[in-house]
Each structure stands twice: as C-alpha cells, then as structure tokens.
C-alpha cells in the first residue's frame, strides 16, 4: 500500500535512488511558527513526511525563524501537536536561526567573490528600481561598491552601527533578468529586534529566500517540496546553493496549494479571526486549523484519505469542502456508535401506556458494524421527540406527527396522534399519542405500514446536553487566494478588513435537547452518529464530567430539511 498516490515528485525521487543521485531522501517541513497549521499545510506536511517515509527516507522538522519579531512558543507547540496528531514523525527538529553564523559567512564569501554589496537605497527606492515585468531594472548607485567597502560595510551593519533600514545586503546577479527575483534580491536586512533563540546577538537578519536553500544544503535536504509561489523563486535557490559553494545539492519541486471552499487559508486573517473574538481561538470548531479540525472532530484518517485522493500535483484548483467532509463521513460511518439525540425537544404522552413502568428496548450501536454490539434504550409513557417532527396542519407529502397520523419511533413502537396542548403564546408545548404493542421494533409486525420513521428520547432518563450546530465561516466562493513567494506573502489589511466584513457572524447555532443515557458519560473528542442529525464530537474544551456538550461534525449526506 503506496503512502502517497501516483504523483511526479516520486517518479523523481525513484529516478534519483535508481540513478544514485541521491542515497537518502531527506526532506523538511519549514513551518514560520507564526500561526497554527491550517488544511493547507496539511498538505505540505503530508508530501513532505509521506513521499519521505515511502523511501525510507528522513523529514526534518524546521521553525522558519528568520524573522524574529513574529515568532510564540504557543505556535512551536501547536505544530508540534498537530504534526503528531497527523502521525507523522519528524527525525530532527531544527530552527533556522541555528544556522545565523553560517548563513552570514556565506554572505561574507558572496561578498569576496563579488557577488554581493551593500546597498544604502530606501526601501521605496530599491522597489521602484527594480523594473516590472516588461521592463528592466535600474543598477544601484552603490552596486560597484569595492570589495572592501562592502565587507567594511557589512561588519558595521552587523555591529550595529546602522539603523533599521538604512542598508541592505543584495545579491549581485542581474537588474535586467526576466526572472524580477534575480534582480539583485535583498539578502540581509537590518533589524534590532531581540529574537528568541539567538537574544541580541544579532541585529541583521537573512532574507528568507536566502535563508531557505542554505538551511536545506546545511540538513542535507534532497528534495525541498514547497508549494507553486515559490517556482519563480527557484532559479535564485539554485543560485544561491551554487554561489555560496554549498557541498549539498538541494533541489526545490513545487506543488500546487490546497485551496478548499468555504476555508480560510490565510495564517494572518485567521489570527485576526481570534483577535476580533469571532471565534473560541485558533481551535474553534469553525476554524480550517488542524486543532480545529481535531476539536471539531474531523479525524487524522480522514484528513489523510481527503489529502490522499485530492493528489499530488502541481494543480491548485478550488476543492469544494463537501469532498473533505465525505472522507470525514466515510472514516466515521463505521468507527461511531449510532444513537439517538433530540436537539429541540417537544414532549409526548404516549396515554395508553401505563404510568411509572418502562421497558428496555434493544437497538444496534451500528447497524454496518455488528462488532458494536447492542445497547438497551429505556423507554416509557413520556419522551421527546423533534419540534420538527410534529405539525398541526401539515403540508402535504409531511409524513411526520400530526393529528390522526401515525409514525415509526425508532426502535420502539408506532404512535398515533389524537390531541396537543397549546402554550399562551400558541406554541405547540405537548403532544398526546397512543401506541400500538402488537408494532414494537423487531416483531416482524407487517399488518400495516406508515411512512415517516422519528428519533425520539426517553423523558425520565434522558441525559440533558447541549448542541453546537456549525456552518462554515465564509460563503462558498470567498476563498481562493494568490500569494506571491516574498517576505510577506500574507495578505494586505484592506483584504483582512474585507474579508472580516464577509464572516458569517451567524455561523454557530447552539441549542439545548437531550441525548440517551449512556451518553451522560461520552468522554471528550468521542463520536457519535445522532440519527438523522449526523456526527457529532463530544467538545473537549466545554464539555464538563456528566454535562457533554456535542458539536456537530458534520450532517448526514441528504440533509434532513422539509
Ligand atoms: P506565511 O504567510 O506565514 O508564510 P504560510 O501559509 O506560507 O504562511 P508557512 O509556515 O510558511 O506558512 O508554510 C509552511 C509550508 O506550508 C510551506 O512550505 C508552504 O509552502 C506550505 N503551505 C502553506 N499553505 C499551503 C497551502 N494552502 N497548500 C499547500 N501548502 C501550503
Ligand atoms: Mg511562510
Ligand atoms: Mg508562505
């Protein structure tokens, strides 16, 4: 069984083994502990530990920490966790700030060859410099600055002699070359900014797009797989791996992104969603994070199978959210016991049953997995059933309660409604009904048929709990995102301002019924199948011992609606 599906990034690794190119595959995954890892990167985590594992090969763990000022522990762990989670195992963990000294002395030998300077042009001006598209770019004043001068000029930059922004390192390659990022890229900037693993030691700091193919050259990376933003980028990556003498060759593949509908897949608007308060943190269930997606109770399985089937290729296309949640569905349809929940409970008498007996009912906790086995469900003269399921007058094709129809009680017996009580304000609060014995659930009682089947609890036993019903955070359609492979590949404020306009505020409806009784005792992160209503997680963060708060995962496939 192939950990990955057919794909091109392993007939490449294959013709490199079969040619002796490389003898290990050594990959990494080099997360910017900036955010919490989304659907997206669980792509990128995949390709990167499942090609590696499918060779035997290794996969580092490595913090992008090249940019000192946004980096949390908080962040380091999650992904940690998350990673984990996943099951994937990484070999080393690395940060990139480990290798600080030996990005700057791979700077200083550009220096000496000539192929780096010293620019004291503003930022504004190094852009506005840099040509566009159809035209080339304009040589920096400073770009035949002497050896000397440049070294001179880098050792004050890194002493701290310069404020911030007031020179930059650029490679010296080409301000005309169609490929705008080999037209003299920034490869250090200055920044006093205390990072937290190398403190004050340093105020200059490497571009990533520096950084990046030296880290990988440093780990022994054979295949740096990043997503296709960073293909413009490669023939600087080459470069650099080439110019600063690196002894191993890594090569970079790219592979399209992950965009879903209906999920963000933006680290930077995702944060602001915890900031604003829209959500409860970076693993509400409504978030497309993985702590999210676990909290929700979407499992690792169908994750993987979700990111398995969707490919490996260098397509970017939108996958609609409903192929995630099928594979969510089809994980869960055998592993969760199926039981019954009555999420806006409306009470019937059965007035034919005798007052203070009950009886134990036997039902199958999954009907496509025997292996579950049986439970038995109290039943007696008072349940709850759905408000939905009773209507006073009834359209027709209703095949539910109403008066003088009769329906299925799952399980249990057939009931007949003859009256219902009213509330002040009108609303149906009571229904009275009689039930059949000769109808009770396994009796082969074939004498009449009726149309609608309905879950339903028993009152005296029924487990109060509460329901979180979830819609997705963004329409269908908001999300498919263009990112560029520079510095700040997020996204403006103006998009983060719009895109908060467009959150469905209304996307979590919480409501108050009841489940059976076993369930008083469901434990966090369990699943359950609730007839008609779906799958459902036992919330690990509001659920409290003996008071189980069940999210939805997601519906059943045809969604029950009149
Ligand atoms: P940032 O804007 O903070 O850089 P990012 O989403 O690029 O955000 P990184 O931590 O840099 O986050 O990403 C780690 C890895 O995940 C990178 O190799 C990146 O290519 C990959 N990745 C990120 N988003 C996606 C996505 N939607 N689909 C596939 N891979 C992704
Ligand atoms: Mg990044
Ligand atoms: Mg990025």
């Given at each position: 069984n192939a950990l990955t599906p057919p794909n091109f990034i392993k007939s490449i690794i294959e013709e490199d083994l079969r040619s002796g190119k490389v003898k290990e595959v050594v990959t990494r995954f080099p997360p910017e502990p900036n955010g919490y890892m989304h659907i997206g990167h669980v792509r990128a985590i995949f390709i990167d530990f499942a090609l590696a594992d499918e060779f035997g090969g290794r996969t580092n763990l490595r913090f992008d920490d090249t940019n000192p000022a946004k980096e949390d522990v908080e962040y380091v762990n999650s992904i940690k966790e998350d990673i984990k989670w996943l099951g994937f195992q990484w070999d080393n963990q690395y940060y990139a700030s480990d290798y600080f000294d030996e990005m700057y002395n791979r700077a200083v030998l550009l220096i000496n060859k000539g192929l780096a300077y010293v620019d004291d042009q503003s930022a504004d001006e190094i852009r506005e410099n840099r040509g566009t598209l159809t035209e080339p770019g304009k040589n920096s004043p400073y770009r035949d600055r002497s050896v000397e001068e440049n070294l001179d000029l880098f050792t004050r930059m890194k002493n701290g002699e310069f404020k911030n922004g007031e020179r930059v390192l650029r490679a010296k390659i080409d301000m005309a070359s169609p490929n705008i990022n080999l037209r003299d890229p920034v490869i250090y900037r200055i920044s006093h900014t205390t990072h937290h693993n190398t403190g004050d030691k340093w105020c200059i700091y490497p571009m990533y797009t520096f950084a990046h193919p030296l880290e990988d050259a440093i780990e022994g990376v054979t295949h740096s797989l990043c997503s296709l933003e960073f293909e413009d980028q490669r023939p600087f990556y080459d470069w650099v791996v080439r110019e600063c003498e690196m002894e191993a060759q890594p090569r970079q593949y790219e592979f399209g992104r992950l965009n879903v509908s209906t999920m963000v897949t933006s680290k930077r608007k995702?944060?602001?969603?915890?900031?604003?308060?829209?959500?409860?943190?970076?693993?509400?269930p409504r978030m497309p994070t993985v702590s999210g997606m676990r909290r929700r109770g979407y499992t690792p399985e169908a994750i993987k199978s979700f990111i398995y089937e969707t490919g490996i290729s260098r397509s970017q296309g939108l996958i609609d959210i409903q192929t995630l949640e099928h594979f969510v569905r089809e994980d869960?349809?055998?592993?969760?016991?199926?039981?019954?929940?009555?999420?806006r409970p409306l009470k019937v008498v059965i007035t034919n049953y005798p007052e203070g007996e009950s009886e134990l009912l036997p039902a199958e906790n999954n009907t496509e997995n025997e292996e579950m086995g049986i439970r038995q469900i109290p039943f007696s003269r008072e349940i709850y059933i759905e408000q939905d399921d009773f209507m006073e007058e009834p359209p027709s094709?209703?095949?539910r309660l109403f008066p003088g129809n009769e329906v299925r009680l799952k399980h249990a017996y057939f009931i007949k409604c003859h009256d219902f009580i009213k509330d002040e304000n009108g609303e149906v609060v009571e229904i009275h009904c009689t039930y059949d014995p000769a109808t009770k659930?396994?009796?082969?009682?074939?004498?009449?048929?009726?149309?609608?089947?309905?879950?339903?609890?028993?009152?005296?036993?029924?487990?109060?709990a509460e329901f979180r019903l979830y819609e997705p955070l963004l329409g269908e359609d908001e999300e498919s995102e263009e990112l560029a492979a520079d510095e700040t590949n997020d996204v403006s404020a103006d998009e983060v301002d719009d895109f908060l306009k467009k959150v469905n505020k209304d996307s979590m409806e919480v409501v108050q019924g009841f489940v059976e009784p076993q369930l008083k005792d469901a434990q966090p992160q369990d699943k359950f199948q609730f007839f008609r209503h779906g799958y459902f997680n036992v919330d690990p963060k509001l659920s409290e011992p003996g008071k189980p708060v069940f999210g939805r995962i997601v519906s059943m496939k045809s969604s029950f609606k009149l």
């Open positions: 995702l944060r602001k969603l915890v900031e604003e308060n829209l959500v409860d943190g970076w693993d509400d869960l349809k055998l592993k969760a016991p199926r039981t019954m929940a009555v999420l094709k209703y095949f659930s396994g009796s082969d009682f074939n004498a009449r048929k009726v149309k609608g089947t309905i879950h339903w609890v028993d009152a005296s036993s029924a487990v109060p």
